[in-house]
T-cell receptor, first 113, second 112 residues
């Protein structure tokens, strides 16, 4: 119940296309869903996050879509650029848990010029 | 605006040696975490702390120890290094639960 399942493991998208990464969770107590972006040799960096009271959040070219009933959320990168090539991690946590965020296994995204 | 600072960036240890990975944050965050990331894999929690003097085990604590004497610092101690501890170690902090983490740039450790 503590898992966050992320897919696909790797993704290749043409420049200008839409990149979509999906995550699913089981624990309905999760109430914060962030996405992290990691470039090679760097630490993960918070990209965008959503709480379950909204179904979508957009920041620039990045959008989180959240489906509470299906217990799924996804990251959409519009007009994907070579600079977006990185590993993306979804995650989930809960206010009541003092311990940790549960991370997905990561998606390696490559944007082809 | 330093954020989370980790030292050293790289280290090679021989089997059986010990070392301390340093982590410091200047954001006055109560919550701090240590993760390890093996090649092509996700993040595994080693230890975490919810405030000075309070630490607890994560998913993979064996072979490691931590202390939290101040809000700013959260060092990770490796005792009797083993090849299985070869990994990249990330320290992170957050102001509380259900908030994003700020990660350090990592320490790449190789045990030979």
């Amino acid at each position: 119940q503590q898992q966050v399942k992320q897919s696909p493991q790797s993704l290749i998208v043409q420049k200008g296309g839409i990149s979509i990464i999906n995550c699913a969770y089981e624990n309905t107590a999760f109430d914060y869903f962030p996405w992290y972006q990691q470039f090679p040799g760097k630490g993960p960096a918070l990209l965008i996050a959503i709480r379950p009271d909204v179904s979508e959040k957009k920041e620039g070219r990045f959008t989180i879509s959240f489906n509470k009933s299906a217990k799924q959320f996804s990251l959409h990168i519009m007009d994907s650029q070579p600079g977006d090539s990185a590993t993306y991690f979804c995650a989930a946590s809960m206010d009541s848990s003092a311990s940790k965020i549960i991370f997905g296994s990561g998606t390696r995204l490559s944007i082809r010029p | 605006n330093a954020g989370v600072t980790q030292t050293p960036k790289f280290r090679i240890l021989k089997i059986g040696q010990s070392m301390t990975l340093q982590c410091a944050q200047d954001m006055n965050h109560n919550y701090m975490y240590w993760y390890r990331q093996d090649p092509g894999m996700g993040l595994k929690l080693i230890y975490y702390s919810v405030g000075a003097g309070i630490t607890d085990k994560g998913e993979v604590p064996n072979g490691y120890n931590v202390s939290r004497s101040t809000t700013e610092d959260f060092p990770l101690r490796l005792e009797l290094a083993a090849p299985s501890q070869t990994s990249v170690y990330f320290c992170a902090s957050s102001p509380g639960t259900a908030y994003g983490y700020t990660f350090g740039s990592g320490t790449r450790l190789t045990v030979v």
